[in-house]
């Protein structure tokens, strides 16, 4: 793997890059608070939770599941961003049911698959964030047995390095 | 007001913390600079630990969410608290403390890149979650504004606490970034403080040009 030079250890240019960082993503929350009606509240913990949560099977994949590959973390990465997005546009074209009642918005045979409620969106009966994590592992799954495996030096790189772990801790 | 007064107490407390840490460790070492060397100690690592979760949805979000929905909420905060995270950081953030010790890997994101042996992934990865990080900071903000201007009788107007509030925050990163570094392996009993001042292998001149040089300069 290659970065560009400025990305190198040694550079200065990481600690400018790490403080701009800082006070780019500040400036943009804070700008964006200014004008953020109330009810963001729990729209950011709804949508960074959900996120957060179905991007964590990288994590996992990453770290325990020998045969993972970059097409699976990438199958997770646009599963997660497009449904959120979906979510987001689906919320602002139905509007918030009034307190104490719930919109069934698609029914199959009887079950509720989506509902509008005053809080959010509920699939099956759960908040967005279950289908998510559960479609992202299914996809890590799935994705990964149909792509090449990564290459035997990468993997005893990550799973052959036990001796070194006891020592670490 | 008084209340309000401790706040800015707090707050110029940890200003004092953030000038005092940046100025007396190894400027030149990258690890050193974001990830304290990965030497901070248990007293340290359990402060920035508890710092990170005391979030706007733990202080002001969860009373609320009791408040609406009962006791359902001390199932979901101590379990998350008590359960998740331990069992989170047991299982994975031991394995990625190791893995990033041992390759050089300071963020998430470059071990992402060199597991699945590609560049682009990482990008990818780190815009979605730069995104996803903002509503938290947004959160934040809103909440610190709201709280002070309620502590403060309407005396502190939300608008300029939310601009404090940023700051503060700001100092806090650094000073969890820098606090345990001066101490590592050299000083057997580390605290907060116990910052070594010798520890910078460069001499005072070239510390100051250092300091004007990533804009610090208006600091001292």
């Known amino acids: 793997m290659r970065l560009p030079r400025c990305c190198s250890p040694e550079s200065a240019c990481r600690f400018q890059t790490g403080r701009a960082f800082v006070v780019l993503i500040a400036g943009v929350a ?125 993997v005893s790189r990550y799973f052959d390095f036990q001796d070194h772990m006891h020592r670490c801790r | 007001m008084i209340p309000a007064l401790v706040v800015f107490a707090y707050l110029g407390i940890v200003l004092y913390i953030g000038i005092f840490a940046f100025r007396r460790f190894d400027q030149q070492s990258v690890e050193g600079y974001f990830l304290a060397g990965r030497s901070l100690g248990p007293a340290v690592f359990l402060l920035s630990l508890f710092g990170t979760n005391m979030t706007a949805v733990t202080i002001l979000g969860s009373a609320g969410h009791a408040f609406s929905d009962g006791i359902v909420t001390f199932g979901l905060m101590a379990s998350s608290s008590a359960i998740v995270i331990p069992v989170l950081l047991f299982f994975i953030g031991t394995r990625m403390w190791a893995l990033g010790k041992r390759h050089g890997f300071m963020t998430p994101v470059q071990m992402f890149r060199d597991r699945w042996e590609c560049g682009h992934i990482g990008t990818l990865i780190f815009a979605l979650q730069a995104a996803l990080l903002v509503p938290y900071i947004i959160i934040a903000v809103m909440g610190g504004g709201t709280t002070l201007n309620a502590v403060s009788g309407g005396v502190v107007p939300v608008l300029a606490w939310r601009i404090g509030r940023c700051a503060g925050r700001y100092e806090l990163r650094v000073l969890r970034r820098h606090a345990g570094d001066g101490a590592r392996q050299h000083v057997p009993n580390r605290s907060l403080f116990n910052v070594r001042r010798d520890g910078a292998h460069i001499d005072q001149f070239e510390h100051r040009r250092l300091l004007a040089g990533h804009g610090a300069a208006a600091w001292r």
């Open chain 1, 30 to 154: 804070y700008v964006i608070a200014l004008e953020a009606p109330a009810g963001i509240f729990n729209l950011a913990v709804q949508y960074a939770f959900s996120g957060f949560s179905s991007l964590f099977l990288l994590l996992v994949g990453a770290l325990f599941w020998r045969r993972s590959t970059k097409w699976d973390a990438l199958a997770v990465t646009v599963w997660t961003a497009a449904s959120m997005v979906a979510v987001a546009i689906f919320q602002a074209v139905e509007p918030a049911t009034p307190p104490g009642t719930v919109l069934s918005m698609w029914v199959v045979g009887g079950v509720d698959i989506i509902t509008r409620n005053p809080g959010g969106t509920d699939v099956l009966g759960f908040m967005p964030v279950v289908p998510m994590t559960l479609i992202s592992a299914a996809l890590m799954v799935v994705v990964s047995a149909c792509t090449p495996k990564p290459s035997r030096a990468t």
